[in-house]
Structure formats: structure tokens, C-alpha cells
């Protein structure tokens, strides 16, 4: 017989989504609270970018900064006419978000 422990780490996680009870938006908000405490990161202190091909990077953040800035320090690459959504209403790239903030990007999306 092993002592290796068996457990799973994620077992604690809540992955079930059901559409007819819950929000997308909120369902994803709430897994990335999970899945960044888990990794041992505090979600107060990153800016989530998401782009709507699926893609997601985390940007470390202790104080608000403008997105053009975040774009930046994820290295990224994005066409001119990208749109950038938070809180549910179109921003442009010179708006400053908060810690804890997701920003959505619409359009091509290189790098990271």
C-alpha cells in the first residue's frame, strides 16, 4: 500500500452551470474567485482580461490602472477597432478599472 494522497484539488470546486438559474457572467465570476484562490492568488489584487475567443489573462494589479496599460503588461496585440467591455458597458482603452475587475476584449487578440 502507498501513502500518496489521492485527493483531488479540485473537488471543493463548484463547476455545475445550469442556465436556467444562473448567469453566465456570474457563474464565471464566481469560478474565477475559486480557481484564483486556489492557485494563491487574492482576486482583489488582478484584472482579469478576457477575450471572446475563450482566452483569459490575469494581470497582477495593487492599485486602478487604464486598460491600454493592462493590454501592455499582458503582452498582448490588438487590432485598432477592438471594442472593451466592463461592468456591462463599452469603455475605451484609456478607462481605468479597479482590482478585481474583468475586462472583456471584442476583436483579434494576439500574444500573451
Known amino acids: 500500500m502507498s501513502d500518496i ?3 483531488d484539488p479540485f473537488e ?4 455545475d452551470f445550469d442556465p436556467e ?8 465570476s464566481d ?11 487574492d482576486p482583489t489584487m488582478i484584472i ?6 475563450g482566452q483569459t489573462w ?12 493592462l493590454v501592455s503588461r499582458a503582452n498582448l496585440m490588438v487590432a485598432q477597432n477592438i471594442e472593451y ?10 478607462h481605468v478599472v479597479a ?10 487578440v494576439k500574444g500573451g
Open 99 to 108: 482590482p478585481g475587475s474583468l475586462v472583456t476584449l471584442i476583436g483579434s
Open 48 to 53: 482579469t482580461l478576457r477575450s471572446t475567443q
Open 5 to 7: 494522497d489521492n485527493n
Open 85 to 94: 467591455w466592463t461592468d456591462s458597458v463599452q469603455v475605451p482603452v484609456d
Open 12 to 15: 471543493d470546486l463548484d463547476l
Open 21 to 28: 438559474t444562473e448567469e453566465e457572467d456570474e457563474f464565471l
Open 58 to 69: 490575469v494581470v497582477p494589479a495593487t492599485e486602478p490602472a487604464p486598460i491600454r496599460d
Open 31 to 41: 469560478l474565477e474567485d475559486e480557481v484564483a484562490e486556489y492557485a494563491g492568488f
